[in-house]
């Protein structure tokens, strides 16, 4: 079975902190995802990658970067936390971009509080 | 742009009982696939049910279905024979030639 993996499943951060969120997956996969996911508004697309060193904007990358310098990893950056950051981060990855049927692996999440 | 609305924010169905979760997408394409996943209290995403949109039969794995109406652009979930463990969020999802689009999500609650 695939596994996705996200290294922390709860984290506290202070307002203007570096956040790294890191995610793991041990299948493969070329395509990996952020979304971000919170009540009432489902999950949303932040990044995306597709190959290593390339990365795409989702729906809302403002105020957010990531990083895929290996295939195996993608991580996600907020390179100054606020309070409206305060979510959960899930992690997945795929074979394909979703055109070709391929179901999402997700990770566990990350709930994220920024206080 | 690609959207995915489910309009019931929550239900509750009586074990045992059927119940119906409802989608409805908005599209310009004519080749895409269409998901039901379950988030459970877990928080694990879990893939319940995947339709084809040129494929006109509905998808079925065991107690769960889909009703797919291509022209309407419904995908609606039944759940046959509630269980307990089917209480879990539900979000409804489509995948094109962009990454999946996810809907809001419907809180399912089961009653024993």
């Known amino acids: 079975d695939v596994k996705v993996t996200q290294s922390s499943r709860y984290l506290v951060k202070r307002t203007g902190e570096k956040v790294f969120l890191e995610c793991v997956q041990d299948?493969?996969?070329?395509?990996m995802f952020w979304y971000r996911q919170d009540p009432g508004l489902g999950l949303r697309l932040i990044y995306f990658?597709?190959?290593?060193?390339?990365?795409e904007k989702g729906d809302i990358p403002e105020g957010y970067s990531v990083s895929r310098e290996k295939k195996e990893r993608f991580s996600l950056i907020l390179e100054s936390a606020s309070t409206n950051q305060t979510s959960m981060y899930l992690c997945?990855?795929?074979?394909?971009?979703?055109?070709?049927?391929?179901?999402?692996?997700f990770g566990s999440g990350t709930q994220l509080s920024v206080l | 742009a690609q959207t995915v609305t489910q309009s019931q924010p929550e239900m509750s169905v009586q074990e045992a009982e059927t119940v119906t979760l409802s989608c409805t997408y908005d599209?310009?394409?004519?080749?895409?696939?269409l998901f039901w996943y379950k988030q459970p209290p877990s928080r694990q995403m879990i893939l319940v049910i995947r339709?084809?949109?040129?494929?006109?039969q509905n998808a079925t794995e065991n107690r769960f279905s889909v009703n797919f109406q291509k022209a309407a652009k419904s995908f609606s979930l039944k759940i046959s024979d509630s269980q307990l463990g089917d209480a879990a969020m539900y979000f409804c999802?489509?995948?094109?030639?962009?990454?999946?689009?996810f809907g809001k999500g419907t809180r399912l609650s089961v009653i024993a």
């Open positions: 997945a990855s795929s074979l394909s971009m979703g055109q070709g049927g391929e179901k999402l692996f």
């Open positions: 999802a489509y995948a094109g030639n962009t990454p999946l689009v």
């Open positions: 299948m493969d996969h070329e395509n």
């Open positions: 990658s597709y190959d290593v060193k390339m990365k």
């Open positions: 599209t310009s394409e004519s080749d895409y696939y």
């Open positions: 339709q084809e949109a040129y494929k006109q």
